[in-house]
């Protein structure tokens, strides 16, 4: 199929184009020269007066995996919050607005524009779940980062300091299980869970029962990470999320891998739980300056801020003992779970509101990180989804970076002490739309190492999404409500060459590609590993390694990314 | 008096979706308007007359509309949604959600219905002469502010099954025979009468209300505190013959213990301890 969208205002980052009005070409699922494609038979696209963009990408949603159903099973309440509709042909029926079905999780990031969305966090053994999930996402192509910090091999590889060993053990299980990057979660603190503890872990104590500590399993992973040239970095929830005084916690996590490599080494998520300070809840502040000042400075970190909304969401993350002290405030539903030899994971339903001083606060600091980040490649927009809020709310993200007039609306009305502690109300900056681009779409795709997504230059993916914005009669900080309207239905989004949604509707449903990655060379060490892993696996583990590796065929449409480890 | 009497045209394969079915939305129409209401089989659209042979007629009010159903329904869901006066009467078994949010009016089942009868009714009276599957006078799962039946009366002369009554708010469950685990669980209000026994954790989690169980009440949570024994208890007008033994609880939703569980039959396992704390 032949589509030529016309005449737009196009926003390209990667390419630098900043709302130049161009045509966009598209033959066979790759954007290609305007001169390729037969324009008599092409379908025509007119989008004189909207903006064109890339397709959005998301590198840090919970949208697959046995923890979301989980999260389904216990949240009966929220399946009466949302309902889509079945229309046939079109699109399958779906519930739930914090943990919604797999059909609507595709259809919503499609009608919002985003094309790509990242699983952060899977254990190795239950990623057959959590691929099966994926593939029945429709539209949206995906891909998973396992959770390898507390896996006990990688542990045991980080005791004997053997890089090149645990390099081979992830190239071995990246490919195993298809996953993507290496993910951790708290380093170490799911191992202590086990036997009762974890809640509160810094980065030097000890982990048994290896007596590693997580700045030792943090910089073994990064040296790793570079050993394998994997095309993310290493995607790290630091230690004592969630705690007063925490941002301390969080740039010494940074510091510690500062020597490695050069560019960027390692990508802190959900950022805004990570930087509070303060010592006890009551003297919460905001930790954001410092944070936004080392990052500033230095060019090897990279974050997103996980913003929270106000409103209902269900927290789900590997970090079972903080999610245990989370049900301690709450005293609602709890949830948690032990992975065996690899994770653990918990589940607690929370209402952040305005009023409290707590959230109050996290709300403020989620953007104070993205406005006092200078650089828009460095800072990621996220809400975390479900842990900080739905995803169907980065429009009101959007219009928050966008527009000072939006923020104060919502400040407000916000706890008054909170206000006084923020140093949000004193932001003056404002995103350009061109920045929203970066921080959206460009940025998690280069950081993601996804080279066809988050562009429009010649031989991209064509996905691509087109709002009703007038860059040139729009005034984002004066009209943000028509950013949120157009951000929550785009006009039009194309993935892999077809068009998805139109006029803010559904109107195709297809199945998007799953991204892995597959490391070439070290095959010598690759097998000494095998051996090494095939002997320990009937210890530790209640299943076979056969049933544990995930062949290509069991997924819907597999793509390797091909990488070549070095040394 | 008018009837519309209803006859399956065959016997039906998938569940049916039949809100259409009540008088309510029979009223005032005539006899092809009434053929030509939508009803879904298996979600394709349908009408009721490709399903049902329909005769009769019908009053121009919801109060004059008398609806016979003569022949085995059980696959048909929601008849009678909503309705709000009337009568219907099943020969035969009925489906799920029979009087789903009812507000008055009568149904009359002559054998047997499956799960959530009566769910969220708050008026009218059901009787069954067989058995009730599971959720019977409950709310949906899950639902905000949640209320299962508000008032009405349900009476099932069979058997009844699990979370009878589940976090009911007003009205009278009686069943002539036994029920499931968990009758009257998150109760919070009204009465629920079984005459036979229940399988046990009676009155789970209630915060009102009482629960009458005349038969093997199974076993009685421990969060129950014994408060009396009354020689005789009044139901709906009908003096029951005890001595009933009256719990208070459940102190694990609520120390004040509003809910009453009151049992014929202390289980022998409790009788020494509970003789003790009597005497």
Avoid at chain 1, 435 to 453: E, I
Wanted: charged share 25%; net charge positive.
């Amino acid at each position: 199929m032949e589509i030529l969208v016309r005449n737009g205002f196009v926003y390209d980052p990667i390419n630098n184009v900043n709302g130049d009005v161009l045509d966009i070409a598209i033959k066979n699922g790759k954007i290609v020269d305007s001169s390729e494609i037969n324009i008599s038979k092409a379908k025509v696209i007119d989008a004189s007066g909207k903006t064109v963009m890339p397709g959005g990408v998301d590198i840090h949603s919970h949208i697959a995996g046995p923890k979301l159903n989980t999260g389904r099973l216990m949240r009966p309440e929220d399946h009466y919050v949302s309902f889509m509709k079945f229309i046939p042909g079109v699109r399958r029926s779906g519930t739930g607005k914090t943990t919604p079905s797999t059909g609507i999780i595709g259809y919503k990031y499609a009608r919002m524009g985003w094309t790509t969305v990242i699983e952060p966090a899977t254990p190795p053994l239950e990623t057959r779940h959590t691929h099966e999930e994926l593939d029945d996402i429709p539209i949206i192509d995906k891909a998973c980062f396992p959770l390898l910090d507390t896996n006990w091999f990688v542990m045991k590889y980080v005791s004997e300091k053997d890089y090149g060993k645990c390099a081979a053990y992830i190239a071995w299980i990246l490919e195993a299980i298809k996953g993507y990057a290496i993910k951790i979660v708290d380093p170490g603190c799911a191992e202590l869970w086990s036997y009762g503890r974890g809640y509160n872990i810094n980065i030097d104590d000890q982990i048994p029962p290896y007596n590693v500590t997580p700045r030792e399993i943090v910089r073994t992973l990064c040296k790793v990470n570079k050993i394998l040239n994997l095309p993310h970095t290493i995607h790290i929830h630091c230690n004592r999320l969630g705690i007063p005084g925490n941002y301390e916690t969080t740039l010494e996590t940074m510091k510690s891998v500062a020597d490695i490599g050069d560019g960027v080494n390692m990508h802190v998520t959900h950022c805004q739980f990570n930087a509070y300070a303060g010592e006890s809840w009551p003297t919460l502040e905001s930790g954001s300056e410092s944070i936004a000042k080392y990052v500033n400075k230095r060019g090897h970190v990279t974050l997103d801020i996980g913003q929270i909304i106000f409103g209902g969401a269900t927290t789900m993350t590997a970090d079972a003992s903080f999610e245990f002290a989370l049900y301690h405030m709450y005293r609602g539903k709890w949830s948690s779970k032990d992975v065996e030899a690899e994770s653990a994971s918990g589940i607690v339903p929370v209402k952040y509101k305005k009023k409290s001083l707590v959230n109050a606060l996290q709300w403020c600091i989620g953007l104070e990180l993205a406005l006092l980040i200078e650089d828009p490649w460095k800072v990621l927009l996220t809400t975390d989804h479900p842990n900080g809020g739905p995803f169907t709310r980065y429009p009101w993200v959007i219009s928050w970076v966008m527009s000072r007039k939006a923020r104060e609306e919502v400040l407000k009305n916000i706890n008054k002490k909170a206000y006084r502690r923020a140093i949000l109300p004193s932001i003056e900056r404002e995103y350009s739309l061109y920045d929203v681009v970066v921080m959206t779409r460009a940025a998690p795709a280069k950081l993601a190492g996804l080279r066809s997504k988050g562009h429009l230059g010649v031989g991209a993916d064509a996905d691509v999404a087109i709002y009703n914005i007038n860059p040139r009669e729009i005034n984002p900080s004066r009209d943000y409500d028509k950013i949120i309207k157009a951000f929550r239905h785009a006009y039009c989004t194309i993935k892999n060459g077809e068009i998805v949604v139109l006029n803010g509707e559904v109107v195709k449903t297809i199945y998007g590609k799953t991204f892995y990655v597959k490391v070439e060379g070290m095959d010598e060490l690759k097998n000494k590993v095998k051996s090494e892993v095939m002997d320990r696996f009937k210890e530790w583990y209640s299943v076979d390694v056969r049933s544990y590796e995930i062949a290509d065929y069991e997924l819907r449409n597999p793509y390797p990314v091909m990488v070549k480890a070095s040394g | 008096m008018v009837e519309i009497v209803l006859t399956p045209k065959e016997v039906f394969k998938v569940l049916i979706d039949a809100e259409a079915i009540s008088p309510d939305k029979f009223a005032g129409k005539t006899i092809d308007q009434i053929r030509s209401l939508r009803v879904y089989e298996g979600g394709r659209k349908r009408t009721l007359n490709d399903l049902f042979n329909v005769e009769g007629d019908v009053g121009a009010s919801p109060q004059e509309v008398n609806i016979i159903i003569n022949g085995d329904v059980g696959k048909v869901s929601r008849i009678g949604e909503l309705m709000t006066a009337g009568r219907i009467v099943i020969n035969g078994n009925a489906g799920h959600y029979l009087g789903f949010r009812m507000k008055g009016g009568s149904i009359e089942v002559k054998g047997n219905v499956r799960m959530w009868l009566g769910a969220e009714m708050s008026g009218g009276q059901i009787e069954i002469h067989g058995s009730a599957q599971d959720y019977v006078g409950a709310c949906l799962i899950g639902k905000r502010g949640k209320k299962g039946m508000k008032g009405g009366t349900i009476i099932i002369h069979g058997n009844a099954g699990s979370e009878l009554g589940f976090s009911m708010g007003g009205g009278t469950i009686i069943v002539d025979g036994s029920a499931g685990a968990l009758p009257g669980v998150e109760m919070i209000g009204g009465t629920i009468l079984i005459k036979g026994g229940c399988i046990g954790k009676a009155g789970a989690r209630m915060t009102g209300g009482r629960v009458v169980i005349c038969g093997d009440p199974g076993d009685i949570l421990p969060s129950f505190y014994i408060d009396e024994v009354r020689p005789n208890i009044k139901i709906a007008g009908v003096t029951y013959q005890g001595p009933f033994y009256t719990f208070i609880g459940d102190v694990l939703a609520d120390v004040k213990c509003f809910g009453r569980l009151m049992v014929r039959n202390i289980p022998s396992s409790q009788q020494i301890y509970i003789n003790k704390i009597l005497s």
